[in-house]
């Protein structure tokens, strides 16, 4: 009786857990969480793509506003430093082509000046429409040339574009650069000013 009773009662407390675990407990549990579980990552998600794209959208105003405002600054020292190469150019070349008599002043005005403001509108990148955008640059003038008794006053003026933008509003600038050269015929021995000359 004892030996067939053991056995019997192991036997059926080890046959009924089995069937009761997998029939009853652990399927529903498992499927449970497996339900459960994609739905709680689907919402998380979703707020994690909403927060970034918030972010993204933002910041985004912000960043581009502070990108033009330097490449702004750098098409501003880019300008300055080709109108000092320029201005250097039509001043020299005025000084060694132009004439001091006036017998030849109409083609001193009428052709080497333009001549010389045309070349340096190429080198600014004038004719360039890449060129002139980045620049911002609206004219270029060099002509006419004020004469004077003993210096030529070359002058070299460009006027920049306004902005006009929601973030930003600003009217057009006025750069000059001025060169002082004396006449071709008739040069003269530079002189600081306060001392005397030998």
Not at 63 to 91: D, G, P, R
Not at 121 to 135: I, N, Q, R
Not at 140 to 163: D, G, H
Request: proline share 7%; charged share 20%.
């Amino acid at each position: 009786m004892k030996a067939n009773a053991f056995p019997e009662g192991f036997q059926g407390n080890d046959a009924a857990a089995p069937m009761s675990m997998s029939a009853n407990t652990s399927p529903k549990r498992a499927q449970g969480n497996d339900a459960a579980a994609p739905m709680s990552m689907s919402a998380t998600r979703y707020s994690e793509r909403g927060q970034a794209t918030t972010e993204v959208v933002l910041l985004l105003p912000l960043f581009m506003f502070f990108l033009f405002a330097f490449s702004k600054v750098f098409a501003t020292l880019i300008l300055i430093q080709k109108m000092e190469v320029a201005s250097f150019y039509a001043a020299r070349r005025w000084q060694l082509e132009s004439h001091r008599n006036v017998a030849h002043e109409s083609f001193d005005n009428g052709t080497l000046c333009p001549d010389i403001e045309q070349k340096v509108k190429e080198y600014l990148g004038y004719f360039d429409a890449t060129t002139k955008s980045f620049l911002g640059i609206q004219t270029v003038s060099v002509c006419p040339v004020q004469r004077t008794q003993v210096w030529n006053v070359v002058t070299l003026t460009v006027f920049t574009n306004p902005i006009d933008l929601p973030t930003m509003k600003t009217g057009g600038y006025k750069f000059e650069v001025v060169k002082y050269v004396p006449n071709r015929d008739r040069p003269i021995a530079f002189v600081l000013p306060g001392l005397n000359a030998p």
